[in-house]
Structures are given as C-alpha cells and as structure tokens.
C-alpha cells in the first residue's frame, strides 16, 4: 500500500471516525451535531528521534513518508535497534462491528432518545436547571508498519449524561446521572433510571448533613473503587514516568509488596466497554496486565519505548487521543479484582464508616483525593443519614495496605482521562465494593 524508506523503521495509523452529540439545556435543544473526519498519523523512526506529522488528506500518506524519511539518518541496524525489535507484527481485520450497520439508528431517533429525558425533568418542582447530553462515535483504525504490520480494527462508544441542580433546601444541589455503552440501544429506555435516580438526589438533598471530618473506614462502589485504581495506581504504573529515575526504577521493583494479599489491580483493553482497545496504536495486541498481583507489584503499563528501555514486555497501552497526536502510555480498562465477601458482609464489618457511592472527580500520585457527589454514613453495619462530603483522601500506598475487604460483586464504569494535551482518551475502570480501614473523610 505504501513505500516505506529504507534504514528507518515507518509506521502509519488511519482512521476514521463518525459521531455526534445531542444537548438539550433546561429543556431546549441546543447542540445537534453529527461528525465524520478521517486522517492519519505517520511517524518515522531512525534509531535516535521520531519523526511525526498528522495529514487530514489520507492522499497525502506516502509524500508525508518521504518528506519525513528525508529528514532522518538511514541506519543499516535500524532492525536491530531494542525498541524496533520490542514491536509486534500483527495482521489482519478484527471489527467486532463489521455486520452491524452502525449507522441504522437514525439522527431523528437520537433525538428522541435524548428527549424521551425531558418529561421525566419536568415532573420534579425543585428542579433548577438540567442538561441532557446524548454522544456517540464509532472509528475504524488501520495500522501499517515497515516490518509488516497491518492490522485494521473498530471500537464503538455510545453515552447518556443528564446535569441536573435541585433546590430542596437553602442551597443547590447538583447531580449527575450517566451511562455508557457500546451502542446507542444500551442508553436508550432510561427514563425509569433517570426517574428513580431523580427520587434518590431528593431524598439526599432534603435529608444530607455535613460529614464530622475525622478518619473512618470507607466502602467505595465499584465505580469509585475504579476511579481509585485509575487515578492512584493506574497513573502510577504507566513506565514513562519511570524513564531516566533510578530512584524510582529501585522504589518500584517488581515484586515489591505494595498492598493488602488480597489486593489484585489489572489493565486490559480487550473487555468490551468504554476502554477497549484489541490493538493499540502501534499495532499491539490487547492483553491482561496485572499491576498488583495478590499484594505485589506485578507489572507495569508500555509502549514500544519504555518496554524497550526497561527490559519488559510489551502491553498493548501505547495510545493516542486521535490521528492528531503521536501514542504515549495510556490505561484502557484498570480494575480492582473480585473478592470472596458478599456486599452485605462488607458492610456488616464496619460499625460506623462513610460509604462512597459516587464522586465528581478524583486525582492522585502519592496522595489521591475523591470528591463524591454522593455518601451516607454506615451505622452498625447498615446504610444511615445522607452526608456531604468535600473530599476523601490518604496517601497511596499506605492506603494499599489498608484494604481489608472486596465484594464478589464487581461492576465496570467509564470515563476519559487526561494526560499532557490528550483528553479526554476513552477509558473504563471499576472493580467490587472496596473496604479500606482508614481513609480521611472531610
């Protein structure tokens, strides 16, 4: 298909992508918007610098190849170079969405999906303001290299999101109740959810009380224990950050004990959902990578580079916001492993604790923060009072150690993650109900 130059090592990433989103704020449709782009990342390696452009005209491919083959030094043992022979050579056409016709549910259906929220808003006299957001896209993505590579695959994404502030009281109160899926079939038909989410925010906004600060035993739903794995171990485990700090590379040996036994956080791009990614993009094949493995640290997140300059195996997370950027280390799906309690056990061990049902939004490196949107104190192992609170925090990796229990129930949330210029890049995260000994709630 194309000429790739001789002495250096090329690949090239094309995609396409068609999608749209819907807005209807405070009742009025605002945004209707249906995209299509397509373009193509092209890089050329020599052994010492990358070489990258981005062209919007796919026509343009094989000039791009060769201006950028002009700029870089022909090395005869390009082959040879560790970062080359770390990459893999995958071929083939995996489109889990190839007999679907992805563009069957019409532009007039979206919209009544989005609208169908609409009356289910109007029936509540306390609301305030409210934001319906229907999205979805679909990108096909083919990847070329000069040692043979050419793999083409598709991901498909569909979201419902509705913003909505309640005044039950003196003050507002927002909310946020979303859903993710494939497929726009599985957000469709949420009034029910919505209506009884609705009910929920009231009751919490009438009767919610200010948490007394202080440390508690906390239980994280399974999307909050995700956001936990995602935001204070995932990041921590992506190699970049590792490059060049031999400090670090001693802290972060493998099998160094960094949490509870029964503790087990891993990546996989290949589960269905809102971080799949069967092939990243440098043509890496999807796997599960265990980062913390009963306890120790098992593994870590690559691309070709640092896999190459650590010693390790590659793991499918060199990924790219779109055509426009070049690939870094990126998370996919990072979960928290099941555990071997009920939900009900893990509540019956807490006497009085802070159960973290959702959150706005969380961050962390040595120290994380969660700020839910919802909580309720446990009592005697029960579910009490709806409190406010500002924000959970404690430091990583004494927090690790501090998980004494998981639910067998386990569930699989998403959301998009920042990192340098790139967001927000599709992800998933989740795991079971999550008990941690201690956390500082305020």
């Given at each position: 298909m194309y000429t790739f130059p001789k002495g250096l090592y090329a690949d090239v990433r094309l995609e396409t992508t068609r999608g749209g989103q819907i807005t209807y704020q405070n009742g009025t449709l605002t945004e209707n918007r249906d995209a299509r782009q397509a373009g193509a990342m092209v890089r050329v390696f020599d052994g010492t610098r990358w070489y990258n452009s981005a062209v919007t005209d796919v026509e343009r491919v094989q000039e791009e190849l060769d201006s950028l083959a002009a700029m870089a030094a022909p090395n005869p043992h390009i082959l040879d170079h560790p970062l080359v022979r770390a990459l893999e050579v995958n071929r083939g056409r995996h489109l889990r969405w190839e007999e679907a016709d992805v563009d069957a549910v019409t532009g007039e259906e979206k919209l009544a999906l989005a609208a169908a929220c609409l009356p289910v808003l109007e029936e509540v006299p306390t609301l305030q303001s409210s934001a319906v957001t229907y999205a979805d896209g679909y990108t096909v993505k083919r990847f070329l290299s000069s040692l043979g590579a050419d793999v083409t695959f598709d991901t498909r994404r569909a979201s419902l999101r509705v913003d909505y502030t309640l005044l039950e009281g003196a003050e507002p109160d927002p909310f946020v109740f979303r859903r993710l899926g494939e497929t726009p079939g599985e957000v469709a038909h949420l009034e029910e959810a919505l209506r009884a989410d609705l009910e929920e925010a009231r009751d919490y906004a009438r009767r919610a009380v200010p948490v007394a600060p202080g440390k508690?035993?906390?239980?994280?739903?399974?999307?909050?224990?995700?956001?936990?794995?995602?935001?204070?171990?995932?990041?921590?485990?992506?190699?970049?950050?590792?490059?060049?700090?031999?400090?670090?590379?001693?802290?972060?040996?493998?099998?160094?004990?960094?949490g509870a036994p029964i503790l087990n956080i891993y990546d996989d791009g290949s589960l269905p959902g809102n971080g799949y990614t069967p092939f990243d993009d440098e043509g890496t094949a999807a796997r599960r990578t265990y980062l913390i493995r009963e306890g120790k640290l098992a593994g870590r997140l690559h691309s070709a580079a640092t896999a190459a300059d650590l010693g390790e195996g590659l793991t499918g997370n060199a990924r790219a916001m779109n055509f426009l950027y070049p690939p870094i280390v990126r998370m996919t799906a990072t979960c928290i492993g099941p555990g071997e309690e009920s939900r009900e056990e893990l509540f019956a061990g807490v006497e009085e604790g802070v159960y973290i049902a959702d959150f706005w939004h969380g961050s962390g490196m040595s120290t994380f923060t969660i700020a839910p949107s919802r909580a309720w104190m446990i009592r005697g192992g029960k579910l009490a009072e709806p409190v406010r609170v500002s924000v959970v925090t404690g430091n990583v990796m004494e927090t690790l150690h501090l998980i004494d229990g998981l639910s067998r129930e386990t569930d699989l949330g998403a959301g998009g993650c920042g990192k340098m210029e790139q967001m927000p890049l599709p992800v998933s995260m989740g795991g079971p109900y999550v008990r941690v000994k201690e956390l500082t709630v305020r």
């Open positions: 508690y035993p906390c239980i994280l739903s399974p999307l909050v224990a995700g956001v936990f794995a995602h935001e204070s171990f995932g990041h921590k485990s992506e190699a970049d950050f590792m490059i060049g700090d031999e400090t670090m590379k001693r802290e972060w040996a493998m099998g160094s004990v960094v």
